[in-house]
C-alpha cells in the first residue's frame, strides 16, 4: 500500500509556471506506476500526464503536452509535474495516483490507478 501527498499548487498569472510534487510513503514506489490527474469544478476527473516505474516512459495529455514534464525519483519517493505556460484552463485540483503494471494503453484510464493523494488547487489566472 502507498500513501500519496501532493504539494506545491497555487495561484499563478496566465503564463507563468507551478512545480507540483507528490511524496510517497512506502518502501515499494518504485514498483508503482504513477500518474497526475485533474479536476475542474463542475467537470470530470480527467488524465494529465502518467510515468513508468522505471520512469523510462511518459504520457501527456494532448492538452498539456509541450507544456507539462512529468519526472521521478525513486530514491526519494516523489514524483514532480513540472507546468509551464499555464493557462487559465490549467485551472483544477491535481491529484497524484500510483498504480501497479499500468498498461501503456490504459495510461489515461482512471481505473487504473489505486491509490490516489488529496489534491492540490491550482488557480490560473487570465
Known amino acids: 500500500q502507498v500513501q500519496l501527498v501532493e504539494s506545491g499548487g497555487g495561484l499563478v498569472q496566465a503564463g507563468g509556471s507551478l512545480r507540483l510534487s507528490c511524496a510517497a510513503s512506502?518502501?515499494?514506489?518504485?514498483?508503482?506506476?504513477m500518474a497526475w490527474f485533474r479536476q475542474a469544478p463542475g467537470k470530470e476527473r480527467e488524465f494529465v500526464t502518467a510515468?513508468?516505474?522505471?520512469?523510462?516512459?511518459?504520457y501527456y495529455a494532448d492538452s498539456v503536452k509541450g507544456r507539462f514534464t512529468i519526472s521521478r525519483d525513486n530514491a526519494k519517493n516523489t514524483v514532480t509535474l513540472q507546468m509551464n505556460s499555464l493557462k487559465p484552463e490549467d485551472t483544477a485540483v491535481y491529484y497524484c495516483?500510483?498504480?501497479?503494471?499500468?498498461?501503456?494503453?490504459?495510461?489515461?484510464?482512471?481505473?487504473?490507478?489505486?491509490?490516489w493523494g488529496q489534491g492540490t488547487q491550482v488557480t490560473v489566472s487570465s
Open positions: 512506502g518502501r515499494t514506489f518504485s514498483m508503482y506506476d
Open positions: 510515468i513508468s516505474w522505471s520512469g523510462g516512459s511518459a
Open positions: 495516483a500510483a498504480g501497479v503494471r499500468v498498461h501503456s494503453g490504459n495510461s489515461d484510464s482512471l481505473g487504473s490507478y489505486h491509490y
